[in-house]
């Protein structure tokens, strides 16, 4: 079987990815042949001899800028070997990654994924080199690394043979813009704790409608706007 999906990365901290993409789901898609990462050192194309990726910003103040040179000889040396769908910078100003834009993501065939630090890149990489920026969420990290995983790992889930059961990330919470219903396994009775009657009941019927009332439900208490956001996913 052919890969589905290549995503490459590029960082100032290439070992801050080992533990994520050594391990589980991540793991077993590279493993089944499904999807393959490639983490770059983004030192590989610096050019002076003491391979600085970051300097002074013009017009001063507090905390550097990376260099527009080794990120543009990164860039270039990937896409001579490969067209890419989408050059994606990550940064807190960038679009909001959600669901939908995971599942666009997702069918994608090779993915360049460039990780910002300190206070930033040189605005060039971003006017010249960049087709979309990606946001996770409201808050400042100290990179993008832990965004680039994070984006990563909801992208890889969705390719078709990665999770064992395919039917399972479709009927994700999100996916049908509701959260998802709460869940239970055995025992049936842990000290007096309860699993809803329904459950048990073997009416696969009412258990649906439970499940879908409970969804409804938590959405409406827990993430009410939900689903207006996802209505067309
Ligand atoms: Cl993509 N980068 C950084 N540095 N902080 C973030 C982020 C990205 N998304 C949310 N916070």
């Known amino acids: 079987m052919s890969t589905r999906l290549r995503i490459d990365i590029l960082t100032a901290l290439p070992r ?56 543009h000889r990164a860039i270039t040396a990937l896409k001579s070997e490969r067209t890419y769908d989408e050059v994606i910078y990550m940064s807190p100003d960038g679009e909001l990654l959600d669901q939908p834009l995971a599942n666009g993501l997702s069918t994608a065939r090779n993915l360049l994924m460039l990780c910002g630090h300190y206070k930033g890149v040189d605005e060039r990489v971003r006017q010249h080199l960049i087709t979309r920026e990606v946001s996770i969420g409201d808050y400042v990290l100290s990179g993008g690394e832990l965004a680039a995983a994070v984006l990563s790992d909801a992208i890889i889930r969705l390719v078709p043979g990665v999770l064992g059961n395919e039917t399972s ?65």
């Open 169 to 233: 990330a479709l009927s994700d919470s999100f996916q049908d813009g509701m959260v998802a219903p709460p869940v239970y396994t055995r025992p049936a009775n842990y000290e007096d704790w309860e699993v809803p009657p329904v459950l048990l009941s073997g009416d696969q019927a009412a258990i649906d409608a439970w499940r879908h009332e409970q969804a409804v439900e938590r959405t409406r208490t827990r993430r009410p706007g939900m689903l207006d956001t996802f209505g067309e996913g």
């Open 16 to 71: 801050l990815f080992d533990g994520w993409f050594g391990e589980s789901i991540l793991k077993r898609a590279q493993d089944k042949g499904l999807v393959e990462v490639y983490v770059h050192d983004l030192r590989n194309w610096a050019t002076d001899k003491h391979k600085r990726l970051d300097d002074y910003a013009f017009g001063g103040g507090a905390g550097m800028v990376m260099l527009v040179k080794p990120i």
